[in-house]
C-alpha cells in the first residue's frame, strides 16, 4: 500500500468514455494541444492525506517539476525529506536511507496502472485512458472539472475515482483529489507554476 500511496503523486499533472459533448470535445483538444507544448513545468505543491475513519490528516509539502520525455520529480520537503522520480519505464522511490527502483514491465499492479495513466495525462491525451476507466467533465465554479473512475472490478482497483480541477483559463492544474480504495482522500494543490515550451 505505501508504494501505491508514494506513486499517487506523479498522475497529477496534465491528465472518456460515455457521453461526450461539444463542451467536453473542445476541452479535451485544448488541453492536449496546450500540453503538446509543455516542455518544463515546475512549482510547488501541498498534500493532503486524510484518514476519515480516524478523522487525521497528514500534510506534505514540497516541489515538483516535469521535463517532457524525460521525467516527473516529485521532492518532498517536510514532514519527510524524499523524493518520487518517474521515468518511462520505472519510478524511483528516493529516501535517506536508499534508492528503491521500480520497473514497469509486465506488471499488472497499482504502481504500474499509476504509470501508465501519468504517462498519458502528461500528455494531455485523456481519450487514450480506455475501456476500464469512465471519464466525467464539467466546468463549474472551480474550473474544468474531470473525474477519472475507475471501471474495473472492484479487487483490482487501487482508486475508486480522480477529480482534477483545471484553471477556466489557463489550463492549468490547480487541485487533484484522489480517492483510494482503502478509504483514504489524497488531495493535491498546486502553486507558483512556472511553464516553458508554450507560445
Do not use: W
Not at 64 to 78: G, H, L
Not at 169 to 183: N, P
Amino acid at each position: 500500500m505505501r508504494k501505491i500511496l508514494l506513486l499517487l503523486p506523479v498522475i497529477l499533472f496534465i491528465l472518456p468514455i460515455g457521453k461526450t459533448t461539444a463542451q467536453d470535445k473542445d476541452f479535451y483538444s485544448q488541453l492536449a494541444s496546450i500540453s503538446s507544448q509543455i516542455e518544463m513545468l515546475s512549482g510547488s505543491f501541498t498534500q493532503t492525506k486524510e484518514v476519515i475513519s480516524l478523522d487525521v490528516k497528514i500534510v506534505s509539502t514540497g516541489t515538483f517539476r516535469y521535463e517532457k520525455n524525460k521525467e516527473i520529480r516529485f521532492d518532498y520537503e517536510t514532514p519527510r525529506v524524499m523524493s518520487i522520480v518517474v521515468k518511462e519505464k520505472e519510478v524511483e522511490i528516493i529516501t535517506e536511507e536508499k534508492t528503491t527502483v521500480y520497473a514497469f514491465k509486465g506488471q499488472k499492479n497499482a504502481m504500474a496502472e499509476m504509470a501508465q495513466i501519468m504517462n498519458i495525462c502528461m500528455k494531455g491525451f485523456l481519450k487514450e485512458l480506455g475501456t476500464n476507466y469512465e471519464l466525467n467533465y464539467k466546468l463549474n465554479e472551480k474550473g474544468h472539472c474531470v473525474t477519472i473512475k475507475n471501471a474495473k472490478k472492484e479487487s483490482e482497483n487501487s482508486f475508486v475515482s480522480i477529480d482534477l480541477c483545471f484553471d477556466s483559463s489557463k489550463y492549468a492544474l490547480k487541485e487533484v483529489v484522489v480517492h483510494e480504495r482503502s478509504g483514504y482522500v489524497t488531495t493535491y494543490v498546486f502553486s507558483n507554476v512556472n511553464i516553458e515550451g508554450l507560445l
